[in-house]
């Protein structure tokens, strides 16, 4: 029996990031936090990942945030903007994903044209109506820590696929989870709420 030699894999990431990716909720997943649900992950490496829920609406609009932080909104149309549940992590903290990616004090960039934000001058501006062309506001944000993502896809719990902003920001909330799984070509009405392993 011969030898084998391993790739020397010093250096070299372990994990094929996922940033700019939808997760979506399989069926069968019962996790209250993530049941049905489509998650745009902002960022993912070896040490975990970050992703937004996009399609869980909170009962309440831009400008109750925008109250609480004595932000005056002179521009109506932002004050109605929904806000959703982006994640049981941080769910007191808002973050803005948005395009363009702008200039603002605490962004983490995903792509060349889509960031997400969690300082207080992106709120600022867009309570003026001079914030970025589009934006989906939520309060808290969805993480897993180094390795457990992986685990999770490769326990079935999760599809995943590239992501495309036009669903967070055009297509209505109740469509995303199918949406995003029809990027992939799936149609989860076809999928059995207790599949298991192909």
């Not at 894999?9 to 049941?35: C, E, K, W, Y």
């Not at 973050?95 to 792509?111: I, M, N, R, S």
């Not at 300082?119 to 934006?135: C, Y």
């Not at 719990?157 to 990027?183: C, D, H, K, N």
Request: contains cysteine; aromatic residues 6%; proline residues 5%.
């Amino acid at each position: 029996m011969g030898t084998t030699t391993l790739p020397d894999t010093r250096g070299m990431s372990t994990v094929q990031s996922l940033s700019n990716h939808f997760l979506i909720a399989m069926p069968a997943l019962s996790d209250p936090n993530f049941h049905h649900t489509a998650t745009f992950i902002c960022e993912h490496n070896d040490d975990g990942a970050l992703g937004l829920v996009i399609n869980r609406p909170l009962d309440m609009r831009l400008g109750d945030i925008l109250d609480h932080m004595e932000i005056e909104a002179v521009h109506n149309v932002a004050a109605k903007q929904p806000v959703y549940m982006g994640g049981p992590v941080q769910n007191d903290r808002g973050f803005v994903l948005h395009e363009p990616l702008g200039d603002w004090e605490a962004t983490l960039k995903v792509t060349d044209n889509t960031g997400i934000t969690s300082s207080r001058d992106i709120l600022e501006a867009i309570a003026r109506g001079e914030g970025p062309d589009k934006s989906f506001i939520t309060l808290g944000y969805a993480g897993w820590g180094a390795g457990q993502l992986e685990e999770e896809l490769a326990a079935n719990a999760w599809l995943s696929g590239p992501a495309s902003t036009r669903i967070v920001f055009e297509t209505p909330y109740e469509q995303r989870w199918q949406a995003a799984a029809a990027l992939m070509g799936i149609d989860l009405n076809l999928i059995s709420g207790d599949a298991g392993h192909a």
